[in-house]
């Protein structure tokens, strides 16, 4: 998985709970994103930020928020507004240079 | 163990036959398309890329076709091993280009029999 951590690996919610998943990266990669992917679908951009202290939203944002303090670092927030949260969640880091997508090994979050 | 034409969600082959995988993607404009390999659990891997400008292009084991005409790519496994059994995606790069905003098929998963 490169040189992108994801944690946890396993993360449990109960209603009404805002949850934060953890990605770091150490690839000194300018751009990185956030991708829901639910059973038997494709990846769904949720969030993204081409540059340290700022981001924009992606296709489902809605119930999710993020912060871009550090160029390491982009954690998503997972709050109560999302009311279908239990998926696989994938953090990524495009390296401009090669034109290539780095994943992280992902969170998978359930609804306790 | 072959499939081509229209995407399938699953494809079974035998250990050793040649795999096919299809994707059609949607923007004309895309410059260039990646293919990825999901295993169960993990994050996607990078398999093998081309640009718009080539029709094919060959890795180990692996070759990617394009056709712009039909917005259509492949992916061909030879010799498949269980070791390739996954979740294959493919990736296109629409314009802005470079931004990594990639927009990614529903995928299809391949599942080897010994």
């Known amino acids: 998985d490169g040189g992108i951590t994801q944690s946890p690996k396993y993360l449990f919610r109960k209603e009404g709970q805002n949850v934060t998943l953890s990605c770091e990266q150490n690839l000194n990669h300018d751009a990185m994103y956030w991708y829901r992917q639910d059973p038997g679908q494709g990846l769904r951009l949720i969030y993204y930020?081409?540059?340290?202290?700022?981001?924009q939203k992606g296709d489902i944002a809605e119930g999710y928020s993020v912060s871009r303090e550090k160029k390491e670092s982009f954690p998503l927030t997972v709050t109560s507004a999302q009311k279908n949260p239990t998926a696989f969640y994938l953090c990524?880091?495009?390296?401009?240079?090669?034109?290539?997508?780095?994943f992280g090994s992902g969170t998978q979050l359930s609804v306790l | 163990g072959e499939s081509v034409g229209l995407h399938l969600p699953t494809l079974s082959v035998q250990e050793g036959d040649n795999s096919i995988i299809n994707c059609a993607y949607s923007n004309s404009a895309s410059d260039y398309f990646i293919w990825y390999k999901q295993e169960s659990g993990k994050g996607p891997q990078f398999i093998i890329d081309?640009?718009?400008?080539?029709d094919k292009r060959q890795g180990q084991r692996v070759t990617v076709l394009l056709n712009k005409t039909v917005k259509h790519l492949s992916l061909q496994i030879a010799a498949t091993q269980p070791g390739d059994s996954a979740v294959y995606f493919c990736?296109?790069?629409?314009?802005?280009?470079?931004?990594?905003?990639?927009?990614f098929g529903q995928g299809t998963t391949l599942q080897v029999k010994p």
């Open positions: 990736a296109e790069n629409p314009p802005p280009s470079n931004t990594g905003k990639l927009i």
């Open positions: 930020s081409q540059i340290v202290n700022d981001f």
């Open positions: 081309i640009r718009s400008n080539m």
């Open positions: 990524a880091s495009w390296d401009r240079t090669n034109e290539k997508l780095f």
